[in-house]
């Protein structure tokens, strides 16, 4: 790791771990996951709309030099499906903007404990719903999302499968947090490597999204298991310290049983959801690079 990249782990990232403590109520989360958002702003010359799309509250974020008329990218921000919001993603939405010259699109769905399961999927699928009814085909959208927005993104896909309609063009899943039966020896063997998450704030956060019972029976939340027989071409990337790393190891592996095209990396030495810090370290630029060479090739 480079000397950048450990500050950035040793001093925001640990931050953020203590921040989102299970210890804390998921509105004490809530308020420092907005504390991040307000240090991270967007470029001045980026543009952020509120809209909303079939009753979904989304932000519509566009870089300086992309066209009004350009095509939507659909984002899921992360936050164990408790915490979090598009205001927190807006600068990542603006990286994102500028380098695919598209339209980002962050729909802020409803979130548990307040909204289980499965109300976020929902706003998910309207969201996605609202990008086909302004006329931009399936083929020609991306999705993408980070931790629980990735999870997002896997259940809205299958979703879509299990509604027989057409899928994204292709899909982004960073850390994704999608194996909420907690079944991974990383939740063991990493606890003391990851320095943002710990299994028990997971847990709480899975818990209050959804209940054993009915986790059991949505196929919908099970990426790691269900048949992906269909899917778009997907990219995942995941750092070595998380404790998620087995999420996504699993869901590559079930993405081979059915010869998805998946480009996989795991990065050396890096925390959860790295990416958005390219503007400080090496390593998370040269992941956003190879994200965003994988939606233009």
């Known amino acids: 790791m480079s000397i950048r990249g450990w500050l950035v782990r040793n001093t925001v ?39 909303d799309c079939n009753g979904v ?19 899921f921000h992360g936050g164990g499906y408790v915490i979090g919001s598009p205001f927190t993603y807006r ?19 409803r979130l548990a404990p307040e909204n289980p399961y499965p109300a976020g999927i929902d706003d998910a699928y309207s969201a996605w719903q609202w990008i086909l009814q302004q006329g931009q085909s ?19 896909m299958l979703r879509i499968k299990a509604k027989g309609e057409e899928q994204p063009g292709k899909a982004w899943l960073i850390s994704p947090f999608c194996d909420l039966t907690f079944s ?4 063991k063997t990493h606890v003391k490597r990851d320095v943002e998450l710990s299994p028990q704030v997971l847990k709480q956060w899975g818990d209050a999204f959804v209940s054993p019972e009915l986790l059991a ?25 998380e404790v998620l790393l087995d999420d996504s190891r699993m869901l590559r592996d079930n993405a081979a049983k059915y010869d998805l095209d998946c480009d996989y990396s795991e990065w050396q030495g890096m925390w959860h ?3 958005p810090y390219g503007k400080f370290a090496p390593e998370p630029k040269q992941a956003f690079n190879a994200a965003m060479a994988f939606f233009k090739k």
Not at 98 to 105: E, Q, S, T, Y
Request: glycine share 8%.
């Open 13 to 51: 990232i640990r931050f953020f771990g203590w921040a989102t403590s299970h210890k804390r109520s998921a509105e004490q989360q809530r308020r420092f996951m907005h504390f991040f958002g307000k240090l991270s702003p967007p470029p001045r010359s980026t543009q952020v709309d509120d809209i």
């Open 57 to 75: 509250p989304c932000s519509l974020i566009r870089a300086k030099g992309v066209d009004e008329n350009a095509p939507l990218f659909l984002y």
């Open 91 to 109: 600068d990542f939405g603006s990286q994102i903007s500028k380098a695919l010259g598209v339209r980002v699109l962050m729909a802020d769905y």
């Open 138 to 156: 399936a083929s020609d959208t991306f999705v993408a999302g980070d931790s629980a927005g990735a999870g997002m993104a896997s259940a809205l």
């Open 184 to 187: 991974g020896e990383s939740y």
């Open 217 to 241: 029976q949505s196929p919908e939340l099970h990426p790691c298991t269900e048949d992906l027989s269909g899917w778009p071409p997907i990219c995942i990337q995941v750092g070595t310290e």
């Open 273 to 275: 959801v790295f990416q």
